[in-house]
């Protein structure tokens, strides 16, 4: 069962209520932590001036030490990504670790990421779990999403197929798409506790797709087309391709093109077809890419052009897709 992961969370920012950078000064001189730590966030942006992200690390530690934990937990998302700094992760553990202490999740469920995925750390899945939890109880939403993964692998806790359903439930009711889609691909495949309910994958993979997850359109697109455990409906699967497509899913794109080339449940439209297979090519889908050589080199529905079969085949190749490096050497021979 294909399980999607979490991602580590971004900048907590705010909009300082101060109308010159002159002004977020004093506020900031003058002990106003919030003011250190918009002063922060607009050099870590470069509003107005220069990005600098030492200048940021200065004014969100002046927050921090003030008690302003947002501060402690930008920090630790520069040090951890190296945004403008070197990388260091015991800096970055050190500041979740007080952001968390203090009341600041997101700061806890970065932690059980760090741990979970021994991200510059040597990986702890028992203390993964303890961050996440914390998170999670504490109603961040994606804290709820890595410990439903946690469940569901059985990494760091006992697996527990009906508890990870209860949080992927939480993490989705709480707007992650992930969270979502994790309950409709267990819906819809089963698992250990958790019966197959085909109405609930439905609703729950429709949900992620709604929530602009481009995953979970491109998977309803395929069982719409294949007629997968629905009635197979092109015209939908169309529709649900081209929302993952225009979300950058490359493959979402693809299959667009494959139903205007091949006239599958369309009308055929070359025109749409090589649209499309450039999309998936542009958005690094090295299929798209071939088709769009194979489209050149043999002139379907368009003039034939070898120095455009030969580029593409070229992104084909460079993707790792064997028949397009096969057919690359096929035209450099000719020449």
Request: aromatic fraction near 12%; charge should be positive; include cysteine.
């Amino acid at each position: 069962m294909k399980i999607f992961l979490w991602t580590i969370a971004i900048f907590s920012t705010i909009n300082l209520n101060a109308n010159s950078l002159e002004e977020g000064q004093k506020l900031c001189d003058s002990g106003d932590a919030k003011g250190c730590y918009g002063l922060g966030n607009i050099y870590l942006k470069g509003e107005g001036v220069e990005k600098n992200s030492v200048k940021a690390v200065t004014f969100f530690e002046k927050a921090c030490k003030s008690g302003y934990v947002k501060g402690c937990y930008n920090i630790g998302v520069i040090y951890l990504n190296g945004v403008g700094v070197k990388k260091d992760s015991a800096k970055a553990i050190n500041s979740f670790e007080k952001s968390c202490t203090d009341g600041y999740f997101k700061g806890c469920y970065n932690l059980g990421i760090i741990y979970g995925s021994g991200v510059g750390v040597k990986q702890d899945s028992a203390k993964a779990v303890s961050f996440l939890e914390k998170s999670c109880n504490n109603k961040n939403a994606k804290g709820c999403l890595g410990l439903g993964i946690m469940n569901i692998r059985g990494k760091g806790i006992k697996k527990d197929a009906p508890k990870a359903l209860s949080l992927f439930e939480k993490a989705c009711d709480g707007g992650e798409a992930i969270g979502c889609y994790n309950l409709g691909r267990i819906y819809l495949e089963g698992e250990d506790g958790v019966a197959k309910n085909l109405p609930s994958a439905y609703k729950f993979l429709e949900k992620s797709c709604d929530t602009k997850y481009a995953i979970g359109c491109y998977n309803l697109g395929n069982m719409y087309f294949k007629g997968d455990r629905v009635k197979e409906d092109t015209i939908h699967a169309k529709e649900l391709y081209n929302k993952a497509c225009s979300l950058g899913h490359g493959m979402g794109c693809y299959n667009l093109g494959f139903m205007y080339a091949n006239g599958k449940g369309l009308k055929q439209h070359y025109g749409k077809a090589l649209k499309f297979y450039k999309k998936a090519c542009d958005s690094n889908y090295a299929q798209g890419c071939f088709n769009l050589g194979v489209i050149y080199h043999k002139g379907v529905g368009i003039d034939k052009n070898a120095t455009q079969a030969k580029e593409f085949f070229g992104k084909a190749c460079a993707g790792k897709n064997e028949r397009g490096c096969k057919a690359l050497a096929t035209l450099k021979q000719k020449k």
